[in-house]
């Protein structure tokens, strides 16, 4: 048990719709990045948020953008959804730290289908 | 942008040690080395981590060589719970406090009776 909790566990879009996805962080952690998992493939590194800004980024386009609100929860919202966005999005959480070896947990991940 | 390499599969007998090996031989200084394992696709379990000195916990021990090009995860008595695929990522920063996993594919840890 990790302490970081995401929801929905499933859901499913259709191709074009926009979807939001929730992440509670681990409590004292204010940092929380998303990835992207693909069927068969490890994590891919969406954002990082912390003081509820952006704070790095990976390869993918605007459309996929979040939110950090003040109790460190966020969001993970996607725009006009294509089928290659059917994958299992994963919540990390951490505390700050400059340079910092500290811990990342993982929520258990929202499965997100585009039809 | 994965940075470490890892076999594609191992076995281990349970009760046995299983020793997974990693290579992440380019590196930087400040980059730390982290071990999760996901079942069934359920969401990354943390295992350990270091920078480059060896560690133990209750779940495993991290061997990290001298030069930190490469490592060894030790699950000193494997169980066939220990069925998993075992990734071996380096945290990348991108400043001093934004950072990524950088995950590759994995090992898939298969024990049998």
């Known amino acids: 048990e990790t302490g970081v909790t995401q929801s929905p566990t499933h859901l499913i879009k259709t191709r074009g719709q926009q979807v939001t996805l929730r992440c509670s962080s681990q409590?004292?952690?204010?940092?929380v990045s998303w990835y992207q998992q693909a069927l068969g493939q490890g994590p891919q590194f969406i954002f990082q948020?912390?003081?509820?800004?952006?704070?790095g980024r990976g390869n993918f386009p605007p459309r996929f953008s979040g939110l950090q609100f003040p109790n460190y929860s966020s969001e993970l919202n996607v725009n006009a959804l294509e089928l290659d966005d059917s994958a299992l999005y994963l919540c990390?959480?951490?505390?700050?730290?400059?340079?910092?070896?500290?811990?990342?947990?993982f929520g258990e991940g929202s499965w997100l289908t585009v039809v | 942008d994965a940075k470490t390499t890892q076999p594609p599969s191992m076995d281990c007998a349970e009760g046995r040690a299983a020793n997974l090996p990693c290579n992440h031989s380019?590196?930087?200084?400040?980059?730390?080395v982290y071990w999760y394992r996901q079942i069934h696709s359920q969401g990354p379990q943390y295992i350990i981590h270091?920078?480059?000195n060896n560690e133990t916990n209750e779940m495993a021990s991290l061997i990290i060589t001298e030069d930190r090009k490469s490592s060894t995860l030790i699950l000193p008595h494997a169980t066939l719970r220990d069925t998993a695929v075992y990734y071996c990522?380096?945290?990348?920063?991108?400043?001093?406090?934004?950072?990524?996993?950088?995950f590759g594919t994995g090992t898939r840890l298969q024990v049998t009776l």
């Open positions: 990390a959480s951490s505390s700050w730290g400059y340079y910092s070896g500290n811990t990342i947990y």
């Open positions: 409590s004292g952690h204010n940092t």
């Open positions: 948020y912390y003081r509820e800004e952006e704070n």
């Open positions: 380019t590196i930087s200084g400040n980059e730390y």
């Open positions: 270091g920078l480059k």
């Open positions: 990522i380096v945290r990348v920063f991108f400043t001093g406090t934004a950072s990524k996993l950088t």
